[in-house]
């Protein structure tokens, strides 16, 4: 069998001793991609950055190609929710995106023709060729937004660790995203994004509901329910198109879970 | 022609100095580029007055002024990461506590011995016209060290700048990394003090630095232009305190300063020159 790419164990996350989500169970293999989805400060990006190595878990296992997250096994590309925009130098965006490949070319080797052609590749995926001359300070949150995912696509990485990767995009640009996810496992990558665009979580192959509670877990048809999804955010308008949507979780919407509400595990 | 290099030509004591204010101006436009880059001028700043302590001391005991300075830089950065690893506090808190923590301890030391009154000023502002050729080994030696690190490790370097955590996943080490940085840091001080002093050896860190910083666009090319300014900045620093009979170590500093303000605004009447995709 081959070795999962990402494995929980019972997994608890979050910061010191303080877990914010607890009870993830999980297995995801190669080629396959798990959407995290819950709302702000529902623990996504704590699950991220704990496979990351960048937090250790509170309890429980976690594996990442078999071994401890943060020993490198196996390159690993990591977008993180939000980015230094203060960076001191008005660097280009082309350069930005070839910083992806550095990785692969040790301290000092240059970066050649491979590099180059897999930078263009993910800069023209993401639709953004035309900006690769103009300084990141000067592009709008949405394009700046792509530059980095390029820099993520541009490592060709065996495991993608995306935090919120559709924020700022518009419509045309989520549907390049959900392009090159489909490429991405195609090559045989696996991909865990962290979501709360219902939408694009119905494109994974795995579904990871929280809610600082592990709410649901499974293949998007099992997990996003209404009952679960409401679970996970309050509120779930359900469409005649038969998808379902979510309006945007605020604390005004509370009282939708009624004092007799069931948790859906 | 000649009154601008005269002083040079017939004596040896302004060679040296001029030797050594440019081996200073490469380590400083070296490392002040990282610190300028890293957001960390405030930790030099500290550095650079925590290796006063250190220098008197060895002062006292009869040792190598270089190895007491080396110690006080220690102590520096051991404290501050002590501090902020065991208490809530940020590092600028403990950062300030320690430099004036160590200025006054160095102050203490060296005004328990009247013979060291001069001492004091010469640790303080420096005293390149009385550099030796000793110091002048080490400069160069630290000068090659830290171009040679910022060479290899530019890339982990960089990432550390923009996010340290995308450096991390990269897979650099970000612990011994940031300890490498710390460390050229600490050495750039400790051989620099001698020319411009520990009070103003961050002045030789920031200006430069901070000036190449308005004007280019690339990491590498902000090192360049900042050693180009440091050595100028010593040249015409020393050329100013043999005419008009100035400190040299704070002309030196004063020069590079003033570099600085003048492209500030010389930029604001040529807006052309800002950030705009042509790349330097």
Redesign the interface.
Known sequence: MTTPAVRCDDLAVGYGRHAVVTGVDLVLLPGQWLAVVGTNGSGKSTFL?TV???LPAVRGGVSVFGGDP?V?GAS???L?QS??AG??????SRDVVR?GR??LRG??GRLGPDDDAAVDAAMDALGISDLA???L??LSGGQCQRVHLAQALARAADLL?LDEPTSGLDAASRERYLSVMDSERARGACVVSATHDVREAARADLVLLVAERVIACGPPGDVLTPRALADAFGVVLSGDTGGLAVLDPHHEHDHDHGPGHSHTH | MGVLTDPFVQNAFMQRALIAGILVAIATGVVGTLMVLRGMAFLGDALAHGVLPGIAAALLIGIPSFLGALVGAAVMIGGVSAVTRRTRLSSDVAIGLLFVGMLALGVVIVSRSSEFAGSLTDILFGEVLGVGWMAILWQAVVAVVVVVLAYVLQRPFLLMAMDPDQARVAGYRVGVLEAVLLSMIALTVVVSFSVVGTLLVFGMLLAPAGTAALLVRRVGAMMIIAVLIGAFSAYAGLLLSWYLDFAAGASIVLVSIGIFFVVLVAQAFVPSRQPHPEHA
């Not at chain 1, 960076?87 to 280009?92: C, I, V």
């Open positions: 950055r990351a190595g960048l943060g490198r690993i590309a990591y993180a980015h230094s960076f001191l130098l008005p660097l280009r910083m550095w990785p301290l000092v001359e103009q300084p300070g000067a660790l």
